[in-house]
């Protein structure tokens, strides 16, 4: 079974209760944003992401603190998370961020695709834009930005200066804004990810 064969899960069943899930693209997105908000105590990330990601279904509220928290995990693993991936202790370079290369992925998803993703928010499914995105071709914004991120700079050689230049001011116009970890422990971890799963097998 795999993705072409399997359902994409659309509820989760928990506590003998059926939760009807809306984790399009977009709202995936927004739950991210919103766990990278560091100020906010983790209680009201919990709250507010379960509210952006059960569909009329206010009966969580009801719910023990950990309960919610467990509903949440079982929401990622069934209806978010993609791909299972062996950890490494090597760092991975960041080479795009959902965010702030938005105008990027949108021109991409419409040069490869003529998917409109403005139109698609609130329908294209979080792991449908997943497997999209990482069939994007090379000849997109985001991927040209992404290798221009981690280009190598070429040792001096004395005759190479123009291009060690060039490739200097590409990688300092488009490098990421360093931001705040966001916190990475616990219900933050989850939503830290997202962008590992994007990223291409090697």
Known sequence: MGFLTEPI?????????????????????????????EELPEILKLQQALKMLLIHDRTFIRLPTESKKELLHLIFECCINTQKRPETRIKEQKTFDFEYDGEYIY?????????????????????KFISLFQGLSERTKIREVMRIRTMDIPKFTGKNSKQIQEIQELKSYYALPVKGGGGQQGLDALFSTLERMAVKNG
């Open 9 to 37: 899960e659309e509820k989760v069943v928990y506590q003998k209760r059926k939760y009807w899930i809306n984790a399009s693209f977009d709202t995936v997105l927004q739950v991210q944003s919103l766990f990278r908000e």
């Open 107 to 127: 021109a991409s998803f419409m040069l490869d695709y003529g998917i409109d993703l403005v139109d698609m928010q609130g329908k294209l499914h979080w792991k």
